[in-house]
């Protein structure tokens, strides 16, 4: 199946710190891609959309100057967490797709911990 | 986005078929079902896709009835590596669909 590359899988920073997250589809082109965190036990929570070349759509209660995502190209995406503080501290994930009805793939993940 | 409906987790033992069933009552015309797989620390990895009727791979098997208001996952022989949560995705994923997840099945298999 297709592969979507996400680094760094772990993290470790200081509160006020930023850290950015990248999101690559490494054999497709990914029109649409999404960002999830999940805390443990807990099903993965959709954050934002994005569309190559657009604004992300974020859900709400997500704030959108705190956690910004990046959409430039049809391979990759990239959210940044900035000033981060414990309770960014989560399981992030991304996803993309190639277009309507094909599947959907995700990354490995990136645990963040913030001190 | 229709919403889905898993059990909230299951019991089996190696060696037998586990049947996941997930109901999504308000499913569009458009929609795909499609399973995931997830473990501990791991982003979720694609199991099966399917519109209508049935799906097999070399994992899975997907049975979708003629109403589509449900769909089963059909784990054969299951070891004790297929431990995961598993959860079941439905829509059609164009530019202006979301992908909500819901609560997933915790499937437990004992030795």
């Known amino acids: 199946g297709a592969v979507v590359s996400q680094h760094p899988s772990w993290v470790i920073c200081k509160s006020g710190t930023s850290v950015k997250i990248e999101c690559r589809s490494l054999?497709?082109?990914?029109?649409?891609m999404f960002w999830y965190r999940q805390f443990p036990k807990q099903s993965l929570m959709l954050m934002a959309t994005s569309n190559e070349g657009s604004k992300a759509t974020y859900e709400q209660g997500v704030e959108k100057d705190k956690f910004l995502i990046n959409h430039a190209s049809l391979t990759l995406s990239t959210l940044t967490v900035t000033s981060a503080h414990p309770e960014d501290s989560s399981f992030y994930i991304c996803?993309?797709?190639?277009?309507?009805?094909?599947?959907?793939?995700f990354g490995s993940g990136t645990q963040l911990s913030v001190l | 986005l229709a919403k889905t409906t898993q059990p909230i987790s299951m019991d089996s033992y190696e060696g037998q078929e586990v049947n996941i069933t997930c109901s999504h009552n308000?499913?569009?015309?458009?929609?795909?079902i499609t399973w995931y797989q997830q473990f501990p620390s791991q982003g979720p990895r694609f199991i099966i896709q399917?519109?209508?009727t049935k799906v097999t791979n070399e994992v899975a098997s997907l049975f979708i009835p003629a109403d589509r208001k449900s769909s089963t996952l059909s784990l054969p022989r299951v070891s004790l590596s297929d431990t995961a949560v598993y959860y079941c995705?439905?829509?059609?994923?164009?530019?202006?669909?979301?992908?909500?997840f819901g609560k997933g099945t915790r499937l437990h298999i004992l030795p």
């Open positions: 308000n499913i569009a015309t458009n929609d795909y």
């Open positions: 054999d497709f082109q990914a029109t649409t």
């Open positions: 996803s993309g797709v190639s277009g309507t009805n094909e599947k959907l793939f």
């Open positions: 995705l439905v829509g059609a994923w164009n530019r202006d669909d979301k992908i909500i």
């Open positions: 399917g519109y209508k």
